[in-house]
């Protein structure tokens, strides 16, 4: 796994996914039909963000889509710093994108669910969307008993901002690695 590599692709989704977030605030089909994509490319996009944080801190990362799981097995000072970067970022940023919640079952046993809180915390935001990725990308498979889902687009993009912060400034401390090799015989010199 190469940490720029990871930093870059999260990039990709992230913007992916608030482009999407962004056509939620809308009405009509193409509203409903990108909840799905701006979830997935957002909690995908936090996903490689983390791990990208892992390799830059000399670990290798988890093999799982849990984004908590991710976060709190992070050495405990970055721990500290993103928790406080993204309340900071959460209480400075306008909450323009929608927070979602979908219910999907049969008609006689609907029933309402309350909308949690903007979570202000990182635990609050990962242990929510812990399963997120796996979760929406699955939205078209459903029991008959069906499902409850609650996405905070605004929160993640702004933990998503706040990891490709921390992640960019760790790769510009990195030592560039720097070889000497033969141009005729490309062996190091």
């Known amino acids: 796994m190469n940490a720029d590599l990871l930093c870059r692709m999260a990039s990709g989704f992230h913007k992916t996914g608030v482009d999407a977030a962004w056509r939620l605030r809308g009405t009509g089909p193409d509203a409903f039909r990108m909840i799905g994509p701006a979830a997935v490319n957002l909690a995908l996009a936090a996903e490689l963000y983390l791990k990208a944080v892992h390799l830059l801190n000399g670990r290798r990362p988890l093999d799982t889509h849990e984004l908590w799981k991710l976060f709190k097995t992070l050495p405990r000072l970055t721990v500290e ?36 809180p903007t979570p202000d915390t990182v635990k609050l935001l990962l242990v929510g969307h812990n399963h997120a990725f796996t979760s929406w990308r699955y939205l078209h498979e459903f029991s008959s008993k069906g499902y409850a889902y609650h ?29 000497v090799a033969n141009v005729n015989t490309g062996e190091s010199v």
Do not use: W
């Open 81 to 116: 710093v993103l928790g406080l970067n993204y309340s900071q970022a959460l209480a400075t940023t306008d909450d323009e994108l929608k927070s979602m919640h979908m219910v999907i079952s049969r008609a006689s046993e609907g029933e309402k669910k309350d909308f949690p």
């Open 151 to 179: 996405f905070d687009f605004h929160a993640m993009h702004v933990f998503c901002g706040v990891l490709n912060a921390h992640v960019s400034n760790l790769l510009n401390a990195r030592t560039p690695h720097f070889g």
